[in-house]
């Protein structure tokens, strides 16, 4: 599972390079893991944990605490308040805590493997299994990169003509879908932190559950945000128009400015959502970059503006980019990756909704070996036995591995290699126990190749 990442350097930053802290090699964030307590099975003591996979030179861990927004007062559980080092490795840290269970089999899970094994200049298919939650499921691809981010200079729109209404927040219902983020949505929330949150059904009454959250909603919907800064926390009604038609949707907000004990209110921010999904936001200032944060949020993507101490603008404008997509996905759940000619590792997000609108997001690792180590392979298909050459210029061990199409691995063995071509026979019906495809993976020289098979009775 992938999860959001918030108070990015001890603010309400995005991550786009601006560093509040002090020292600039010191590291600051928040990991949202709400997500995990979906799929605890039962009441009881689990293990929470954070693991640091260093590569690199040894590090030092200042501060690392779990916090529980669920009670009535936050929780918080230190388990690293001074400073330890960790090394090259992994650095292991955890939390005893006892955790309750949420409805644990009313939820879709994805339980195949991450990592999916395929050869170059052959298609690769993947069978996306489910566990939970209420069939029939809707599977999709999520694309991580769907818009293109422009900031530039324009005059503010003019808002001549246009009827305000004093508000704090409001749900619409236009006629017609509105785009985001490789989804349509039926209805959004619209806010006086000029917040726009996108949903496919009834709207949900807030619950705080964060302190970093502007808007923070009960079921997580995707948002586009048109700034976070400090002067925003906390709410006011504020003038704001909102204008629907056929192709688009306009939103202007005022700000509220008191001198002499007097109120006064001038343009904001200007917001246009169109039917082709294009989102653009113009200040009524221009501002320097450092202060602004236009950013798009979604479960599998979130999008910035680009990070320049030294450009100045007033509007930010995403466009969607239509992908290219190696990956497609069926109505059955079968994920195929067309065939490339290029060796390396291609990732793609599923995601599966059930009957119940909940819904579960799992990244995929296709990896895709491109050296010649195994010779033909055959019979292919087989019912029985199969037959294959592996070639090396000198004595060694190797490793052989059999995959399912969902990547579970079936069968290990560690050989001796003579120097030359060595036979290998396998009887598959030891381990292949239902017709389809399977890979056979060969590992040897710091090298390895996969290739497929198919079993048939």
Excluded at 96 to 124: A, C, H, M
Excluded at 158 to 175: E, L, W
Excluded at 178 to 186: H, I, R, S
Excluded at 418 to 423: M, Q, R
């Amino acid at each position: 599972m992938d999860f959001p990442v918030f108070n990015f350097q001890g603010g309400p930053f995005c991550m786009t390079g601006v560093d509040s802290l002090a020292e600039p090699d010191v590291l600051e964030f928040g990991i949202d893991i709400t997500d995990l307590k979906k799929y605890i099975p039962e009441n009881g003591l689990y293990e929470v944990f954070l693991n640091i996979e260093n590569h690199g030179v040894p590090g030092e861990l200042q501060y690392f605490s779990i916090i529980d927004y669920s009670k009535p007062a936050p929780e918080e559980h230190q388990i690293v308040s001074s400073t330890e080092m960790f090394f090259t490795g992994d650095n292991y840290y955890f939390q005893l805590l006892n955790l309750e269970s949420r409805n644990f089999f009313d939820y879709p899970k994805v339980i195949n493997e991450t990592s999916i094994l395929g050869e170059i200049n052959n298609k690769t298919e993947l069978n996306i299994f489910i566990e939970g939650g209420q069939t029939p499921y809707e599977y999709s691809i999520e694309y991580i990169k769907t818009y293109s981010i422009q900031t530039s200079l324009k005059a503010y729109p003019s808002d001549q003509n246009v009827d305000y209404d004093t508000i704090t927040s409001i749900k619409i219902f236009p006629d017609w879908k509105v785009p985001l983020a490789n989804e349509l949505w039926d209805s959004l929330s619209i806010n006086t932190y000029g917040i726009v949150g996108f949903y496919n059904k009834e709207i949900a009454v807030p619950e705080r559950r964060y302190p970093y959250e502007l808007y923070p909603e009960a079921n997580r919907p995707t948002l586009f945000s048109s700034y976070a800064r400090y002067q925003f926390y906390g709410s006011y009604p504020k003038p704001a128009s909102i204008q629907i038609s056929d192709t688009e949707i306009e939103i202007f907000l005022k700000y509220r400015k008191i001198i002499n004990s007097i109120k006064y209110y001038y343009p904001e921010l200007h917001i246009q959502l169109t039917k082709l999904g294009v989102i653009e936001v113009t200040y009524s200032d221009s501002i320097p970059q450092s202060d602004i944060c236009a950013q798009i949020r979604s479960d599998i993507g979130n999008y910035f503006v680009p990070y320049s101490e030294s450009e100045v603008f007033n509007t930010v404008t995403f466009t969607p980019i239509i992908p290219d997509s190696l990956f497609t996905i069926d109505s059955t759940g079968l994920l195929a990756m067309r065939a490339v000619s290029e060796p390396g590792v291609y990732e793609v997000y599923v995601k599966v909704k059930d009957a119940n609108g909940d819904e579960f997001t799992k990244r995929f690792e296709f990896n895709i070996i491109d050296e010649n180590l195994i010779g033909d392979l055959y019979p292919n298909p087989s019912s029985d036995f199969i037959n294959f050459n592996l070639q090396t210029g000198i004595e060694q061990s190797g490793i052989i591995e059999i995959f399912d199409i969902s990547g579970r691995l079936l069968y290990k063995e560690t050989t001796n290699l003579n120097a030359g071509i060595n036979t290998i026979n396998l009887n598959i019906n030891d381990f292949c126990h239902g017709d389809g495809c399977y890979f056979l993976r060969a590992s040897f020289d710091n090298k390895s190749q996969v290739k497929r098979f198919i079993f048939m009775r």
